[in-house]
């Protein structure tokens, strides 16, 4: 198993060139899995994880994310992306201090977003948002692991979906010490190019939630990185939800067909 140093430096490599995908799992079994299908890197999702303890996204307590961290990154070899969500605190210093746990755990990178998890004022406000930013940064300087920073605004997820604000507040996450910018839910290739355009050379992540891009148009506009966030498990999820009603409401078994057998299964994690 490589150290966290050689996860980080490989996670680094990664984004100086090329485009690549690294998909999100939700447990210890879906990171094997797709480490074994040959991704180069992974990232965890909060919405994933959420599901998993039957609570919904952003209701993991930090202790729970931390853990499941340290397990998510021991199990594979690649590099893992944290999805700290933001940072489990909402000032600075909280931030900073976060950060440094979850720096801690063996990941390569995690993203700190912008929004409050309030309905009302659900971005936090321009400067503050640039602080926590710049606190993350401090926090993984600190660890002296080399975590690489992802600063996420969180604008079309939330309601607010203005571009030009978008790229205002990565622009300034980038000035702030982010080594990677995303601004999740954009969907056009106007979008995507302006995104990448306004905070190059910097590297660009985009969430892939809907088929709107393949990899080879998003990496014709310069994206460098492309992730799923809690799609996959949505996919599973809809799997399951579909196969359970029917047995519950028509008392069939149509949708158990056609599925791999515990041999192959069992081969993946052997």
Same mark, same amino acid.
């Given at each position: 198993?490589?150290?966290?140093?050689?996860?980080?430096?490989?996670?680094?490599?990664?984004?100086?060139?090329?485009?690549?995908?690294?998909p999100?799992?939700?447990?210890?079994?879906?990171?094997? +899995?797709?480490?074994?299908?040959?991704?180069?890197?992974?990232?965890?999702?909060?919405?994933?994880h /959420?599901?998993?303890?039957?609570?919904p996204?952003?209701?993991v307590?930090?202790?729970?994310?931390?853990?499941?961290?340290?397990?998510?990154?021991?199990?594979?070899?690649?590099?893992?992306?944290?999805?700290?969500?933001?940072?489990?605190?909402?000032?600075?210093?909280?931030?900073?201090?976060?950060?440094?746990?979850?720096?801690a755990?063996?990941?390569a990178?995690l993203?700190?977003?912008?929004? +409050?998890?309030?309905?009302?004022?659900?971005?936090?406000?321009f400067?503050?948002?640039?602080?926590?930013?710049? /606190?993350? *940064?401090?926090?993984?300087?600190?660890?002296?692991?080399?975590?690489?920073? +992802?600063?996420?605004?969180?604008?079309?997820?939330?309601?607010?979906?203005?571009?030009?604000?978008?790229?205002? *507040?990565?622009?300034?996450?980038a000035?702030?010490? /982010?080594?990677? @910018?995303?601004?999740?839910m954009?969907?056009?290739?106007?979008?995507v190019? /302006?995104?990448?355009? !306004?905070?190059?050379?910097?590297?660009?992540n @985009?969430?892939?939630?809907?088929?709107?891009? +393949?990899?080879?148009?998003?990496?014709?506009?310069g994206?460098?990185?492309?992730?799923v966030?809690?799609? @996959?498990?949505?996919?599973?999820?809809?799997?399951?939800?579909?196969?359970?009603?029917?047995? !519950?409401?028509?008392?069939?078994?149509? *949708?158990?067909?056609?599925?791999?057998?515990?041999?192959?299964?069992?081969?993946?994690?052997?």
């Amino acid at each position: 198993m490589r150290s966290q140093d050689e996860k980080v430096d490989a996670f680094r490599h990664l984004h100086a060139e090329g485009c690549f995908v690294m998909p999100n799992p939700w447990d210890v079994g879906t990171a094997v +899995t797709l480490e074994q299908m040959g991704f180069p890197a992974l990232a965890t999702t909060s919405a994933g994880h /959420a599901w998993t303890l039957g609570r919904p996204d952003n209701g993991v307590r930090r202790d729970e994310a931390l853990e499941h961290l340290r397990q998510i990154a021991a199990a594979v070899d690649v590099p893992v992306n944290a999805d700290f969500e933001h940072g489990f605190a909402h000032d600075p210093d909280g931030v900073a201090v976060n950060v440094q746990l979850a720096a801690a755990t063996g990941i390569a990178g995690l993203s700190i977003e912008d929004s +409050t998890g309030d309905p009302g004022e659900p971005l936090f406000h321009f400067d503050l948002a640039v602080e926590r930013i710049r /606190a993350a *940064r401090q926090g993984i300087d600190e660890s002296g692991t080399g975590v690489l920073l +992802t600063g996420r605004s969180e604008g079309f997820v939330v309601g607010r979906p203005e571009l030009e604000e978008t790229i205002r *507040r990565l622009q300034a996450y980038a000035e702030a010490g /982010a080594d990677c @910018l995303y601004a999740p839910m954009i969907d056009t290739a106007e979008q995507v190019a /302006a995104v990448v355009a !306004a905070v190059a050379p910097k590297p660009v992540n @985009l969430l892939a939630f809907k088929p709107f891009m +393949t990899v080879a148009e998003a990496a014709e506009l310069g994206v460098r990185r492309i992730s799923v966030g809690g799609t @996959l498990a949505r996919v599973a999820w809809a799997g399951f939800r579909a196969a359970a009603e029917e047995i !519950a409401e028509r008392g069939t078994f149509t *949708r158990l067909t056609d599925l791999p057998n515990n041999a192959s299964v069992n081969a993946v994690f052997s």
